[in-house]
């Protein structure tokens, strides 16, 4: 018995001793292992820089220029011999298991000249275009390699980069926008700016056809045609002379900001009856947009975003309604504003609009569930540092009446956030201004639509006492955020005039395409989320209670006598894609600015047909039924223009004959007169009026005194 009990405790003991060194062998297998990250790169440029990962202390580093093969097109393998290039290898320990490699061209990208026999010079404007292997060798054995694929273009630098000269600014008055305003670069040749004293002969070959055109490009702009010196004795009309204008060549629209000329104010003329004051608004009264004032004269502000960033202290406007989402990494418990706030710095004297003042109100409530404004997982670890008393959230109410705010209400939200490493914190701040107990809503044009504003629409609201007025909403289209998935996605307005493409992604299963009706509606209910109206605001000032200042949204049916079947890994007919259609007419103006209206708002549906794609090798969403696949679902709008019905077609007489037409011909004889007209407001009405008689009075005697007058009168005598 004890024999076969040492028997199997030295088999044992055997066993473990193998699998010790097979052990040994893979981590030393492990630690051996190196890596390029990335493994292949493209270079425009004179640098070029990567990591070596891994083991990193046994390597040895070698560059040589390759070339693909004539006959396979491959390239060889790897190899630790090193060639002689124009580049230099440089590296730099960044870690225990990483080294920065970094490669820099030798070599001067200026161009050549025409009879430059320096070598170091780019002889083509493609300058460098070789494919370079950087080899990880360990005792002559290669463990990683580095495929380069260098393209650098020559540098269009003038020859004379060095010089010390001092560029000499001419005046501005008298040069208008200088003699090469599109000489931008200094010391180097700007492309297509054919003026650049700094390109040289063989750069101006590059785009000498393609000049910039105008006063940008240094051609000078002709003298205007009502210029006298721009007669020519060839052909001018015989009125020119008399109506030509005399101006100094200096006096152009092209001197810029720099002219520093005489202003002349025209002195008022006598009037013949007082004008009509309307009573002057009180300075302190609020407008639609205008900033809200403290006490102290200094802007009320909340936390907003400006050009898509976070600011602490924006001003509020009145009656902008807004409600915005600022996210912040905290690696430390905050201690300013706005993450730590008191009451009494909330509660703050403003300005009431009205010559009076109101006091914030504070109403503060503590958040229980984290998740909606935490989005780390060490934020509910039991394990951290606790942060107290975190503002969560500003909720500011401002109730209005008139030109003032009546009472302000601003309720704080603040909770307790556990820090472990870091967090990230979703913080909340939004403003709302109540006429009472309603949304003071913003419309989209007085009367018309204006271009970039909201398109408004509405659903009936028949339990408001029966009255039968349209509640106002939205029309929406996706607005993808962060992962771009359906899931997280948010919504914005289509605005009036602006077409729009947007959609978010939807990720969809094997299992998913077994249940295609189920995957159908629930495609048709993401769609429909976006648009709950069933009717949208004709102008952009709509009566709520009026049911004609609405049109009713019209739905395309979708065909379907081209039905197919579905499959066990496919679907067909998804409404994957919402398609909206603006229908306006321009109605009027209103101080020369087209007024419009929407006529029609139509909303279609493209089908679909969704199928897995197994190909490329990526076979596991046709194996495993829970493995998904993201879909597109999009969703567009466009605006089209109704074309206005001005009346029969114009004659040939009218389409051919523009003498007197203003809008088509040069000479506008109908507006001859202007200057002693009361549109004319370069000067007093009277000095105008007294001008344009003499100028008469001049005209009646030099025809009284004229060759036809005097042969008249020498026949009657």
Known sequence: ?????????????????????????????????????????????????????????????????????????????PSCRSDLTEWVLTTEQVGKTAVRIQLRLGKNLRLCGGNETDTDCCPKPLCVLETLQVSACVGGTPQASLLIQAKIHALLVPANAGSDNKTVIPNQVYQPLGS????LTF????????????????????????????????????????????????????????????????????????????????????????????????????????????????????????????????????????????????????????????????????????????????????????????????????EGLVCGNVTLSLDYKFYWKGNGITSITVTRIVGAITLHTSVALTTRYSAVFLNGELMGEPNSGNPGYQVGRPVIAGTLDTLDNNTGSVQRTSINVWKPVSDGLCSTAEMKPVLFGENSTSGCLLAV??????????????????????????????????????????????????????????????????????????????????????????????ISYSLSHWALDCGGGDVSPCIDPLETKLFPI???????????????????????????????NDVCWPELAFPITKYYTGEPYSQSLAKGLILVFFFITASVL????????????
Not at 180 to 183: F, G, L, T
Not at 351 to 363: M, R, Y
Not at 517 to 534: C, G, M, P
């Open 1 to 77: 018995m004890a024999n076969v009990l040492d028997m199997i405790l030295s088999r044992v003991l055997i066993s473990r001793q193998v699998a010790c060194v097979i052990l040994f062998i893979s981590l030393t297998h492990t630690q051996n292992t190196v890596v390029f990250q990335p493994s292949h790169l493209t270079a425009t440029g004179p640098t070029v820089t990567a990591l070596l990962l891994g083991h990193t202390s046994d390597i040895s580093l070698h560059v040589r220029s390759v070339s693909p093969s004539n006959t396979t097109g491959h390239i060889g393998s």
């Open 180 to 183: 090469c305003p599109c000489d």
């Open 187 to 382: 010391r180097a040749c700007d492309v297509r700016c054919c003026c650049d004293k700094d390109c040289s002969i063989e750069e101006l070959k590059l785009f000498v056809s393609h000049c910039l055109p105008g006063p940008f490009g240094g051609q000078a702009s002709p003298a205007p045609g009502y210029q006298c010196s721009a007669q020519s004795p060839e052909n001018f009309p015989d009125w020119f002379p008399f109506l030509c204008v005399n101006s100094p060549p200096e006096n152009n629209p092209y001197l810029g900001l720099f002219y520093q000329g005489n202003k002349i104010t025209s002195k008022p003329g006598p009037s013949f009856q007082s004008p009509v004051l309307s009573a002057p608004l009180p300075v302190t009264a609020y407008i639609q947009g205008s900033p809200i004032f403290r006490l102290n004269e200094k802007y009320f502000t909340i936390p907003q975003k400006v050009l898509g960033q976070c600011v602490n202290s924006a001003p509020v406007a009145f009656l902008k309604n807004f409600k915005v989402k600022c996210v912040t990494v905290l690696r430390s418990c905050p201690t300013g504003f706005p993450f730590q706030t008191r009451p009494t710095d909330l509660s703050i004297t403003v300005k009431n609009g009205q010559g009076g003042d109101v006091v914030v109100d504070v109403i503060d409530e503590v958040a229980i569930d984290m998740s909606q404004f935490t989005s780390s997982t060490d934020a509910t670890s039991d």
């Open 509 to 602: 299963s094997l299992q998913n395409l077994t249940q295609c009706d189920l995957l159908r509606e629930a495609v048709a209910s993401l769609q429909a989320a976006l648009i709950t109206a069933t009717y949208v605001a004709k102008s952009g000032n709509p009566d709520p209670p009026t049911i004609t200042d609405w049109v009713n949204i019209s739905y395309v049916t979708l065909n379907s006598s081209t039905t197919m079947e579905d499959t066990t890994s496919s679907c067909h007919g998804v409404p994957s894609h919402q398609h909206i259609h603006v229908w306006s007419l321009i109605t009027g103006k209103v101080e020369g600015i087209p007024q419009r209206d929407i006529r029609v708002l139509q």
């Open 634 to 664: 999009t969703s567009s709008v466009t605006f089209t223009d109704v074309p206005i019905n001005t009346g029969p077609p114009e004659t040939r007489f009218q389409v051919n004959f523009t003498e007197y037409d203003c809008n088509r």
């Open 706 to 717: 004229g060759t036809p007058w005097r042969q008249i009168r020498q026949a009657w005598t």
